[in-house]
């Protein structure tokens, strides 16, 4: 079973939609959870970053844990054409970073 | 603040060769760590360095190897090139002192070995 799943798309949806992204992952220690999102030929940059199970907001953005059942998830909401980009997950814990493969986005003018 | 810079941007090189790349974390970030990217297995990690110490370590070969100095900047070297190490290559830094921090990404070395 790998450590994390995440789908990679394409996902394309129309502007202004709600768009949910998610990773589950198998091993209960992962204690840190992050989105990064990644335009091409760039570096991938930090969305969103959390710890607890809940719901984090940040403006269009609410990152999603749910520990007991190993998933996570990026919503955006009033999706734009600039959200058009690769979502990477990524969990942590103390000696270890692993990253979702990532999910493809198009935001459809 | 000037963002995390990873020179060079692309690079080709030939089977059996050896390569260094070079990074420089944000200003007083003294955590650098590097990944390799490819479409099949996704971002991976190499290693991570904080106070010009390798704190950590990823399954990749001996061939891949690194190394931090004084003024937190980095250096990855790999030696004996195989095709399969084709990839680009990320250096990220953060500040705090914690594996697991957010990390500030540049914006890759393209490596294409022929």
């Known amino acids: 079973q790998k450590e994390v799943e995440q789908d990679p798309g394409p996902l394309s949806v129309p502007e202004g939609a709600i768009v949910s992204l998610n990773c589950t992952y198998s091993n209960s220690a992962f204690q840190y959870f992050m989105w990064y999102r990644q335009y091409s030929r760039k570096g991938p940059e930090l969305l969103m970053y959390t710890y607890s199970s809940g719901n984090k907001e940040d403006g269009r953005f609410t990152a999603q844990v749910d520990k007991s059942s190993k998933y996570i998830s990026l919503f955006i909401r009033d999706s734009q054409p600039s959200d058009s980009a690769t979502y990477l997950c990524?969990?942590?814990?103390?000696?270890?970073?692993?990253f979702g493969k990532g999910t493809r986005l198009h935001i459809l003018p | 603040k000037a963002g995390v810079t990873q020179t060079p941007r692309y690079l080709i090189k030939t089977r059996g060769q050896q390569v260094t790349l070079s990074c420089s974390p944000i200003?007083?970030?003294?955590?650098v760590s590097w990944y390799q990217q490819t479409p099949g297995q996704g971002l991976q990690f190499l290693f991570e360095y904080f106070s010009e110490t390798q704190r950590n370590k990823g399954n990749f070969p001996g061939r891949f190897s690194g190394r931090q100095f004084s003024n937190s900047r980095s250096e990855m070297n790999v030696s004996t090139l195989e095709l399969g190490d084709s990839a680009l290559y990320l250096c990220?830094?953060?500040?705090?002192?914690?594996?697991?921090?957010?990390?500030?990404f540049g914006n890759g070395t393209r490596l294409t070995v022929t």
């Open positions: 990220a830094s953060s500040l705090a002192a914690r594996i697991g921090s957010p990390l500030h």
């Open positions: 200003s007083g970030h003294r955590s």
């Open positions: 990524s969990l942590n814990r103390d000696d270890k970073i692993i």
